[in-house]
């Protein structure tokens, strides 16, 4: 195992840290990446949950609310490249033991944070209704959709500050916390759905408007305990109102080296996924329904992998903020083997178990039967996408986020798109055509991510 851990490059480099044994290795990975985990699961879980509730009002309904998926995602762009760059920043921080560094690149990052989700909000909330019939939306579906997208965009600047104090924490080892704030809110979130989907107890039935309230009162509580856990705190990562909060050049130049080519990765990613989603919304609504299913049900393996890469990220940037590049890789290694295994875990539970998950979203069997027999295909993109995303996040957490903004571009942006669109109509494959697309993209990406990883050009960026 030790010869695996150990590039053989390092040695012409000249790096010779003692790296401690495997189980000790695995111990940390698992200790800081098993709550990671268990929060990004229970955010899809809620995900998964509110698919199910808003289900129980047919297939329009499940359509509004997944039309609207790719629309509230490229609001998050800005805050996505924020978020890869206060990673980079707080876990090369904590390992040179600079607290004020650390949180000085948080406050700095609240401070754009606000600004442009101001400026988002107003955009989502003046065009929210063209925006959503680009996405795709149809008559059926678009009054849903567009009141949906709206009341979601309308606490946008507090989603902003949650998921950046969030990333800081996680950055910092801290995924504990994170875990008991989704926790929170997503039981608080779970809770409104049954309120206010139907009417129960009392309280009035808002329908698919009822998920989108629910949604807005999860995010309101997650910030405030976000914000709490923070705030003032003799942790690694504070807030205080006290401290300087003006915007300083030379933490701003950081944040850009490794946000711009961040943002910039999900521009193209966001741009991509928008276009595949208008692929598959003008197949109709049936067909909306179907991969919102399916997508759902796929989409909780990825979710755990997300886990493990936040843990992984984590330990890669303190190592080398601790000037060991060679721990660093060790523990990326082990991180991607432990996906590997957990991708090839859930492959084969999806597959066992594809019609009775597929038959807990909605009473129409036309829909679940399809569902099912779509899973058995779609569940092999497990696969791929489980190493490529750990190495991502990875490679992202080292800096070298432009060079996973160009893989991006050129699979998630042309690639996918382009055969996704062939394969749906002029060769008639439907919902199979536009998996086989993200099969493809997946495996690029895999391709492209672990070549730079295996490479070690990650381990001399400077930050």
């Given at each position: 195992?030790?010869?695996i851990l150990?590039?053989?490059k ?8 003692e ?8 111990n ?6 098993l709550?990671a985990a ?14 199910i509730?808003?289900?129980?009002l ?16 490229i609001?998050?762009t ?6 890869a ?10 390992g ?7 949180n000085?690149?948080?406050?700095q990052?609240l401070?754009l944070?606000?600004?442009i989700?101001?400026?988002i ?10 925006f959503?019939?680009?996405a795709?939306a ?33 950055a910092?080892?801290?995924?504990k ?14 809770l409104f ?17 009822g998920a989108?309230y629910a ?10 305990v976000?914000?709490?856990?923070v705030?003032?705190?003799k ?22 080296f490794?946000?711009l080519?961040a943002?910039?990765?999900?521009i193209f ?9 208008v ?8 067909a ?9 049900i796929v ?6 992998i ?47 178990f594809?019609?009775?998950l ?15 027999k ?29 060079y ?9 942006m ?9 394969l ?6 439907g ?8 099969l ?9 991510n672990?070549k ?6 990650w381990i001399?960026?400077?930050?």
């Amino acid at each position: 195992m030790t010869n695996i851990l150990r590039h053989k490059k390092l040695d012409e480099l000249g790096i010779k840290n003692e790296i401690p044994k495997t189980s000790k290795l695995i111990n940390d990975i698992l200790k800081i990446s098993l709550p990671a985990a268990a929060e990004t699961f229970l955010v899809g879980l809620v995900g998964l949950m509110d698919t199910i509730m808003v289900g129980s009002l047919g297939k329009e309904a499940i359509s509004s609310v997944s039309i609207t998926q790719q629309p509230v995602y490229i609001t998050l762009t800005f805050c996505f490249g924020l978020t890869a760059g206060i990673i980079a920043i707080v876990s090369r921080r904590f390992g040179q033991n600079d607290r004020e560094g650390a949180n000085k690149a948080l406050r700095q990052t609240l401070v754009l944070g606000i600004i442009i989700s101001s400026i988002i909000t107003i955009l989502s909330l003046v065009f929210g209704r063209a925006f959503i019939k680009l996405a795709g939306a149809k008559p059926d579906t678009i009054d849903n959709a567009t009141a949906y997208f709206k009341i979601v965009s309308s606490v946008l600047i507090l989603n902003y500050l949650r998921i950046l104090i969030l990333a800081g924490q996680r950055a910092a080892g801290y995924t504990k916390m994170t875990l008991i704030t989704n926790i929170i809110a997503n039981a608080t979130n779970i809770l409104f759905n049954y309120l206010l989907i139907n009417g129960n107890f009392g309280f009035p039935r808002l329908e698919v408007r009822g998920a989108a309230y629910a949604t807005i009162i999860g995010n309101i509580v997650a910030f405030l305990v976000a914000f709490a856990s923070v705030y003032r705190s003799k942790r690694f990562v504070s807030i205080h109102f006290k401290e300087n909060w003006r915007l300083d050049i030379e933490t701003i130049k950081s944040l850009y080296f490794v946000s711009l080519s961040a943002f910039i990765e999900q521009i193209f990613m966001r741009i991509g996924f928008f276009l595949i989603a208008v692929i598959i919304n003008n197949l109709g609504t049936d067909a909306v329904a179907i991969n919102t299913i399916t997508q759902n049900i796929v989409s909780l393996s990825f979710n755990i992998i997300d886990g493990f890469a936040i843990g992984a990220a984590a330990l890669v940037g303190k190592s080398l903020g601790e000037d060991k590049a060679d721990l660093s890789y060790a523990y990326g290694v082990l991180s991607q083997m432990i996906c590997i295994g957990i991708g090839i875990f859930m492959m084969v539970i999806i597959m066992i178990f594809r019609k009775p998950l597929s038959d807990i979203f909605t009473n129409d069997k036309m829909i679940v039967s399809k569902a099912a027999k779509l899973l058995l295909f779609a569940s092999i993109v497990v696969l791929p996408q489980s190493l490529q995303w750990v190495t991502t996040v990875m490679l992202r957490a080292a800096g070298d986020s432009k060079y996973t903004a160009r893989g991006s571009m050129y699979s998630v942006m042309i690639i996918r798109p382009l055969l996704s669109y062939i394969l749906c109509y002029p060769l008639s494959l439907g919902l199979y055509g536009a998996w086989a697309g993200m099969l493809i993209d997946q495996t690029f990406r895999l391709i492209h991510n672990e070549k730079r990883f295996l490479s070690l050009e990650w381990i001399k960026i400077r930050l």
